[in-house]
């Protein structure tokens, strides 16, 4: 695609497929003029202007994500992963009545869709709230794929949340197993390893972490404190 874009700069396909292809490898800096352009060339077309918008939430561009997704929605408005795209980004915002609005819908349209399923849960989970409907919609997206570490690290929260210490420290272990360290998981864990007492662990935890992701004030202040 690298080498058809220079024959061929005003080709959708081609503009779409490059950026894309560079989209899935997370380099969205380079994917943006790419699915941009595609957007240019095809106004109408939903893949486009949906990765396109999801392009601009990875690059923080949140008002611009917004008017391109909506842009498919018009188009294609009971398309459930759009509608999911688009909560994911309003909770991003703090704007819950407006995300949680939207998760409602899209669960009206497909019940038992996992990624909605677990997006929605680890969005209550984040809040405190509706824990136990949120355990219940993972606990969905785990049946569906036992294996996803997004999924994984979802319910080991919300076990978390409600105190279950133990459970929680299962599944968020499986969840680094099987899709390798984060910042997020890796602080999760250490927040669970201090619930359980085991502090020094914890610190460990917290400090991997913060390697991974410096700009995490509230670990350095874990650390600092050597507990949640």
Known sequence: M?????????????????????AQQSK????????????LLNPTDVTALSAYGFTLNQLKDN????????QALEIEPDE???IGTLAMIYNGMQSHELSD??????????????????????AFATRGIQLERALKMVQI??????LNSSYLDTIGWVHFMLGNYKEAKLYLEKAIEVGGESAVMLDHLADTESK?????RAIELWKNSLKLDPTKIEIQNKIDKGAI
């Open 28 to 39: 969205h800096e380079e994917a943006e003029k790419y699915l941009k352009k595609s957007t």
């Open 2 to 22: 690298s080498e058809a874009i220079l024959s061929f700069p005003e080709d959708f396909y081609v503009n779409l497929i490059l950026g894309l292809s560079l």
């Open 196 to 200: 359980l007492g085991n502090k020094e």
């Open 141 to 146: 997206s785990i049946a569906a794929d036992s």
């Open 80 to 82: 459930v992963q759009l």
């Open 101 to 122: 609005s939207l998760y409602e819908r899209a669960l009206e349209l497909k019940p038992d869709d996992p990624l909605i399923n677990n997006n929605y849960s680890y």
């Open 63 to 70: 008002d611009k994500a917004i008017f391109y997704l909506n």
